[in-house]
């Protein structure tokens, strides 16, 4: 992915051992396409060299208003101007204090406060020990930083380079580069909630085997991530899948498809958006043994009986909130063949007013897929991206269809 292709971003390092972070994220973010200017406190030069950063970024490192290299000796005009965000990584909690006061009297926090507020965003992921995080002042810091305009990222949370453990962490360079991302999207879905389902379901037959399918999960929580890069409040019920959770995302796991249906029934009432992408078993075994089933000799296969799983998207679809339009429905269908047929015959069959379909054996476990978007007025096609560029483009075409937001 180039997801932050042209932008331009200024990364300020300043004084922490969290330092030895920035150079992986500087390196991620060059990765995703993005250019970084990479400017440095004194401090931040205790933990780490210039001639790192300056490797990793390809660019000549700032660390001082004085710089000669300039010809108008004005690099903090120079590089605000030029900057489509500057993120400060690891921002410690002396830096916190000089940016809520406004100081200048060193390039970063000169260039910081020199910046064209609306224009230049300032992102901010602190790092500090726990009881340093935790101190009234530092709290107070980060209120008036949020209040002054600037983003601020948070803190992870575990061992701490001193000995301790606790909040005050910064956040690991991938999660950083996820949260840089997310910031530059459309916040389309801003104040909805949206609800996904993912992944398979697995019905047991007895405490060792079940069955399930081959759904991966990963184009619903494809939609999941780009719903919260949206701006939504996003839930994700996911069935047995190993995927890592999208940042910011809500995750309830489930295995079977009945307990789907109840994690679903309850995250549901207060969404917006309801998005199906999870391959439900359609059926299970009527009952689960309470052992492992044996062989008995006989050399005769067990004989299951199987009974319908309710259809989660349906049970949705028939609400109340979901037949007066608050609760907008989309579901996925997954085919082996005659897609737009049966695309349009399912739509209408779980009375949605968005289905999206594809060909199953084509996406499962796929990093991309190709889409066809089914409503009343006809078909439109998403052509072979990534699952992440698809699930950007429905979530588009999602929040286009629902009635205007209340204002907060
Ligand atoms: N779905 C669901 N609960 C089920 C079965 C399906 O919520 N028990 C949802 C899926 O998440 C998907 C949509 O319904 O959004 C279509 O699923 P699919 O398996 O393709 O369709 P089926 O309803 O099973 O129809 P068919 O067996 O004819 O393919």
New binding site residues.
């Given amino acids: 992915m180039n997801d932050l292709a042209g932008k331009h971003i200024v990364l300020g390092l300043t004084g922490g051992i969290a330092c030895y972070k920035a150079a992986e994220l500087c390196r991620a973010l060059v990765k995703e396409g993005a250019t970084v200017q990479v400017v440095m406190t004194e401090a931040a030069q205790q933990f780490i060299t210039p001639v790192t950063m300056q490797a990793l970024s390809g660019r000549i490192v700032y660390g001082s208003q004085w710089d000669a290299r300039e010809p108008n000796n004005m690099p903090h005009i120079n590089l605000s101007r030029e900057a489509d965000a500057i993120l400060l990584a690891p921002c410690s909690a002396d830096f916190m204090a000089r940016l809520v006061q406004g100081r200048a009297d060193e390039l970063l926090s000169l260039l910081c406060l020199a910046r064209p507020i609306e224009r230049v965003p300032l992102l901010v992921a602190p790092a500090m020990n726990r009881e340093m995080w935790a101190h009234p002042a530092t709290q107070r810091n980060m209120a008036q930083l949020a209040a002054d305009g600037a983003t601020l990222l948070g803190v992870g949370s575990g061992d701490q380079a001193c000995g301790e453990t606790g909040d005050g962490r910064m956040l690991d360079p991938q999660e950083l580069l996820a949260d840089l991302v997310a910031f530059f999207q459309p916040k389309l879905l801003a104040r909805r909630r949206v609800v996904v389902?993912a992944g398979p379901t697995f019905e047991a037959l007895d405490p060792i085997r079940g069955i399930t399918n081959h759904s991966s999960g990963k184009m619903g929580f494809a939609i999941a991530r780009a719903a919260r890069e949206a701006g939504a409040e996003v839930t994700l019920v996911a069935g047995p899948v190993s995927l890592a959770t999208p940042r910011g995302v809500r995750r309830v796991d489930v295995r079977s498809?009945r307990e789907m249906?109840a994690a679903t029934q309850a995250e549901v009432t207060a969404a917006d958006v309801f998005v199906?992408?999870?391959?439900?078993?359609?059926w299970r075994p009527v009952a689960e043994a309470g052992q492992k089933i044996k062989k008995d000799g006989s050399g005769d296969a067990p004989v299951v009986a199987f009974t319908e799983?309710?259809?989660?998207?349906?049970a949705?679809a028939q609400s109340e909130r979901a037949r007066s339009g608050t609760l907008f429905c989309v579901?996925?269908?997954?085919?082996s063949h005659d897609l737009l047929t049966?695309a349009k015959a399912?739509r209408e069959?779980?009375g949605i007013p968005l289905?999206v379909g594809n060909i199953g054996p084509l996406t499962f476990g796929q990093d991309d897929n190709q889409l066809l978007l089914v409503d009343a007025q006809g078909v439109q096609e998403l052509p072979r991206a990534s699952k992440l560029v698809l699930a950007r483009w429905l979530v588009a075409d999602i929040a286009a269809r629902l009635p205007a937001a209340a204002t907060p």
Avoid at 276 to 282: E, I, K, N
């Fill in positions: 389902t498809a249906l199906a992408t999870a391959a439900v078993a359609d799983n309710p259809d989660i998207l349906l949705v579901g996925f269908a997954a085919e049966h399912k069959r779980k289905l």
